[in-house]
């Protein structure tokens, strides 16, 4: 067996460990759903039911934190977006030192404890008389998420070729007409899946929401404080539908892709 052998060996055994380490948190968490316990476990294994769906359908307030992220993530991406990708184009035009500090004051978001944004933005918005609530929500997960678009949109930047930017302004295009009909097209991959990463982090958010949500809860502080008042699999038939909702769209959106590169 030579060496290229035990590499590529070697190399399907960490994939395939990898993607089992991810897998079975996630295969447990099905089979609980099924499970006639009143605990979210597969052991001991009680029988097959269906009643937690049924618990599921019947669990209000479960279904209203689902809406309140629902809500939040969809004003995050409406707010987070069109910024992230303003500072991107802003930082992609300046040079200097001054891109460097730039840079680093933008980045800093990411860099601060979700805890300190959620108590900073509380305390700031009390002093103008805005307590916590979806709008606070927003606010504060936005002031960092819209530095991870801009990083995205930032990688995509560096690979533009400006000159077809200079082309266009050269024979007289205006500066919204390039940035619509060359540079938008461009970013259009980007911006999609900047916005799915938008979402995503808002609506798994915990630390930041925690303290600026007011009477408004999201899924997540619900999921955290059932935890403590007594968690049933209830919230594994939840997690399950939404795992299967994913799952469903990632295919249908991958067979689209590939419907559209094959015509």
């Not at 699999?233 to 795992?243: C, E, K, S």
Request: hydrophobic content about 50%; overall charge positive; proline content about 3%.
């Amino acid at each position: 067996m030579n060496s290229q052998t035990v590499l590529r060996w070697s190399v399907r055994f960490y994939i395939g460990f990898f993607f089992l380490y991810l897998f079975i948190p996630l295969i447990i968490m099905g089979l609980a759903t099924f499970n006639d316990s009143r605990f979210p476990t597969i052991s001991p294994w009680k029988g097959f039911t269906l009643k937690w769906f049924a618990a599921l359908a019947q669990d209000g307030a479960m279904w209203q934190a689902l809406l309140t992220s629902l809500i939040v993530a969809v004003g995050v991406l409406i707010i987070a977006l069109p910024i992230g990708i303003s500072c991107a184009l802003f930082l992609s035009s300046v040079n200097g030192r001054a891109k460097t500090f730039l840079y680093s004051l933008m980045m800093s978001p990411l860099l601060t404890p979700g805890v300190i944004i959620g108590i900073s933005t509380l305390i700031f918005w009390r002093s103008l008389s805005v307590n916590g609530g979806m709008f606070l929500t927003v606010v504060a997960q936005t002031s960092f998420i819209s530095a991870y678009v801009m990083l995205m949109m930032l990688a995509r930047l560096q690979r533009f070729d400006r000159t077809l930017e200079q082309a266009a302004l050269s024979l007289g295009a205006t500066q919204w007409q390039t940035f619509r009909r060359i540079l938008l097209p461009y970013l259009r991959p980007t911006m999609f899946s900047s916005a799915v990463l938008t979402f995503l982090q808002s609506f798994e958010n915990y630390n930041t929401t925690l303290f600026v949500k007011g009477y408004d809860t999201t899924l997540t502080v619900y999921i955290a404080s059932k935890v403590r008042t007594g968690l049933t699999p209830a919230v594994n038939a939840l997690g399950l539908t939404l795992i299967v909702l994913t799952v469903f769209f990632a295919v249908v959106y991958e067979l689209k892709r590939r419907h559209d590169k094959s015509a």
